[in-house]
């Protein structure tokens, strides 16, 4: 069915998944998690519990409208506050405070979902609260959702985990992979899709055996396969993955819906997959604890809203004291200023990195075309990094700079280290402004 | 704590333009000492002199120019290195010093430093020299231990379009001959070029479309094929100069066009007009026509391009 598609550009960093056989472990839940209701694409969800309410794991506590996933409580105890607050990513948004009751009870009223139809799996889904946990935390219901005239051909399932450092995805592969089947399964099933493929890199034979086995098992082999894909960042990029599963190109500026494909992590599509078995919905994250500076480097389950400095606490505290605290991986994620924001449902590392992290000055181009060679998505970096810092609308126009997913590979690979993906990126902002100012009418006229 | 806040990525490769630069300089390193060993220690002496004189210029100019100073990146060096290997070994070291000037100052840091000049630095002094002080460059000297009287300052290439061509593949090969004191030894150019493929700083998409170019001119000009690839300026000209990464296209099919057009342009200097040698003029020229190359060679992004504007 599937085949392996090559792909262009992709650059080799160190792998660093040391951390690839450390078995996910539970943490000790914290006294308090602070839970932000805008841990995805779209709006934020308006708290629906009030301070003083008593909460259970699984609660609802904000739900929203349009674009959005719902949020529930992670750990039970007592709401202390709803307030809208300025979170470190700049946002601001509703925050619900929990205070631990210590007992860490299942909410009762929670019941395993079913459906009947295409709109009611969509709906459970958009119920369970999951979102992209590769780290693009999109609301998965509201991809799900085909738009008129369009319908799915190929379910991609992302298990590629790209990204050094980052194990979570392998872990869950590894010690649910019967769940990741039967949730790829049931949402190709559900959705009516024909065939659906994992994609896993190769830098993960077990994992890929694994799966493959447990699909040979159950009979799937028909409609699902699990194919193994070269180990080259960004492969687990969604335009990347689905070229390179399908040899199909996702238009610009379109969605992969757009050429017939719906993609999901592959630990989404297990926790999809254990919120209708049992009922209980995205609480909990997997995230890889790592860098020189942890004490007890590991995979961790943490309750979402957790915040990092309890979760480096309660996995044995910090050998020494980084430079640099990175959310997610080291090519795409962001820095911490503050070790005192909660774990979202999107996050998949806290990566506390010493010297490894301090990056070489700057220095001019010097028009190697190495950017280029790397860029997975056939761009001209290093214009766009000009045009970008010119401020040069036209340019950016013409160069495609909305195209560029910030992988950052043409800044890994720059010899001269120009921060090309960081200028592209307020290239981009720069752009969509002055877009919609030159394409709005005149108002004066 | 203390924490260090930047954008994405957090890893960059281990590779710096010194880095780079310092291993073009050292894929120079044998043709330097081919060149002593041909022309005596004349050939080190003069290229000390430039790369000296390359690396006060550029440090200087960011000074004026007040900026951090860029001279320890190495790329002023290659620049003085590969303007060196284009004088006699004999030339006069006040000339050798203006020309290095002339690159680093004019042709490289009047246009904005490195990665902003359009011609080559040291192919543009070379004709600077040529053009301002031909007095001094007429004589090219021969190999150690001739007898001077022989056939004096005049280069391969002079004699073949004269008609007369003395010399063996081989001597064309090792540099057996008089010349510029890096360009005559092919051997040690083509084991610096390699160096250079193996350790992936360059790649042939130009190089080897100029080469194969002047062989298909000199066919059809009905010249020996081997004996004009072996001589004058053509395998510096297109393992060094038509691989700079500032001045020649970023695309392969960019760096096909410039490599044929150089070809093509050598060809006709070295066969239909007055020159001998075409190698320098094809170079400076095709310089020219970098950014219109490479706007019509850009890449269609994977997806296509959505354009807002036009
Ligand atoms: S990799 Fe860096 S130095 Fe090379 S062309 Fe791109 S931006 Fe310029
Ligand atoms: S960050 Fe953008 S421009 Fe750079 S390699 Fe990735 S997609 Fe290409």
Redesign the interface.
Known sequence: MFSLHKT?GG?H??QCKDLREYACTSITPPKRVRIPLNMHIGGPCKPVVNPGDHVYVGTLIGDGSGLYAPVHASISGTVVSTDTEQLPTGATAPVVEIESDGKMENDPSLTVPTYSSKEEFIDCVRASGAVGLGGAAFPTWFKMRAPQGKKFNYLVINGMECE?YITSDYRQMMEHAERVVDGVHRIATALEIPSAVIGIEDNKPEAIEKLSAVVEEKGFGDKLQVLSIPTKYPAGGE?VLI?ATTGL??????LPVDVGCLVVNVTTASRIEQYFRYGMPLVTKTLTLGGDCITNPGNYRVPIGMSVRDIIDAAGGLAK??????M?G??????????DCPIIKANNAILC?DD?????EE???????RC?RVC?????P?ALDSASRSHD??AL????V??CM?C??C???????R?I??SI?EGKGFYRSE?AR??QPAKEA | MNLINEASPHFHGKDSTQKIMGLVCLSLVPTVIAATVLYGLGAPLLVMVCIATALVCEHLCCIAMHRESTAGDMSCVVTAMLFAFTLPANCPFWVAVLGTAFAVVVVKMLFGGIGCNIFNPAVAARVFVMVALPSALSAYPDVLGKPLDAITGATPLAMASAGNMPYSYLDLLLGNHAGALGETCIITLLIGYVFLLIMRIVDGWATLPFIGTVAIVSLFAGQDVVYQLLSGGLAMGAFFMATDYTTTPMTPTGKIIFGVGCGLITGLIRFFASSPEGVAFSILFMNMFVPLIDRITRPVPAGGVKNALI
Do not use: F, W
């Open positions: 262009q650059v960093p160190p050094p335009k070229h190109d996702v238009p610009a500026g379109g004291e980084p430079k640099k605290i990175i997610g080291p090519m795409m994620g962001r820095t911490l200023t503050s070790i990195l490894e992290a301090i990056l070489p220095t001019p181009c010097i028009r190697c075309g280029v997975p998505l056939g761009l001209m290093y609308v036209v126009d013409e160069l495609a909305m195209n910030e950052g590979s800044a890994y690979t720059c010899p001269a280290h921060r993906t960081a990126r877009v030159l394409t």
